[in-house]
């Protein structure tokens, strides 16, 4: 019970690594505030965390939804421990098919998401003095990857993010870390073909897809007191995909 009445934000956490992320932390005793976009499924979600959890819908993008959410999260519990940055969306295309609408959505959610709900938590674990941030990137973010110049630049994005939010808020005793998952078993990689699945496979040296599990055990270690001495850090959960 590493988290005990710990007050846990997560976005994106009706669905996938987030939703799996949220229940990791609710079984070690966390208090989740937990957001998403449909609020049906984000009622339910929160509901299956238990009575210490609550949702509230929030588009990440946007900055006052993002600023009410955190304030609320503040008003309500006292304090803010861990945010964790997870919402995210691919609009894959080739570039010279790309979308400038896909291009702006994509970054607006991925990466100014991830600023929006920094800066807004980050005032209260300032405060504080201590606090945990972890922000879900991707291993496409460090090298590259056909078809996904939007998702790239906001995942590497997002490690630049990491990086300069750890330097600044490091004196005030906050952490602020990356995981850069593989390629994960999730709605997001559903849709895939067998081919481009097969393709990633064969990248894989423990030669499976890594699951929401997997990928949360590394968010809650980044979270946890075990942490403490981390920061800066990009954290690759891919299976050996990319060292
Ligand atoms: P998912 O689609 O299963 O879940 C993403 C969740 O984010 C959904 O519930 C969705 O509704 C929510 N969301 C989308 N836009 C939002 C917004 N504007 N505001 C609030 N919530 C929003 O995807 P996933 O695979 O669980 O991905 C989670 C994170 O992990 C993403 O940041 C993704 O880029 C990253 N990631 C995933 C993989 C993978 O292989 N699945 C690999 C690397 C990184």
């Known amino acids: 019970m590493r988290f005990t009445d ?3 934000m997560v976005t ?3 669905a996938g690594i987030g939703r799996v992320t949220a229940e ?3 079984r070690e005793g966390a208090i989740l505030a937990i957001c998403d976009l449909n609020p049906e499924t984000g009622e339910a979600a929160a509901k299956a965390l238990g009575p210490k959890a609550f949702f509230q819908a929030v588009d990440v ?3 006052a939804a993002v600023s009410e959410w955190a304030d609320e999260v503040a008003k309500r519990c006292g304090r803010i421990d861990v945010l964790v940055n997870n919402a995210g969306i691919t609009r894959d295309a080739l570039l010279l098919r790309m979308k400038e609408s ?3 959505l994509v970054l607006a959610i991925n990466l100014k998401g991830a600023f929006l709900c920094t800066k807004a938590a980050v005032r209260h674990m300032a405060q504080q003095r201590a606090g945990r941030i972890v922000n879900v990137a991707s291993v496409v973010g460090v090298v590259g990857n056909i078809g996904q110049a939007n998702y790239v630049a906001s995942k590497a994005g997002l490690i630049g993010l990491t990086k300069t939010v750890a330097r600044e808020f490091a004196v005030r005793g906050i952490t602020v870390n990356a995981v850069a998952p593989g390629f994960i078993e999730t709605q997001m990689t559903a849709v895939l073909s ?3 699945k097969q393709a990633f496979l064969a990248q894989i040296p423990l030669g ?3 699951t929401p599990q997997d990928v949360a055990d590394a968010i809650l270690f980044l979270a946890s007191e075990q942490a403490a001495y981390l920061t800066g850090q990009v954290l690759h959960v ?3 995909m990319v060292m």
């Open 208 to 210: 499976r897809a890594g």
């Open 24 to 26: 990791a932390f609710a």
């Open 61 to 63: 993008s946007q900055e």
């Open 6 to 8: 710990k007050v846990v």
């Open 194 to 196: 067998d081919k481009v």
């Open 12 to 14: 994106g956490a009706a």
């Open 102 to 104: 896909d291009w702006d």
């Open 238 to 240: 891919s299976g050996g």
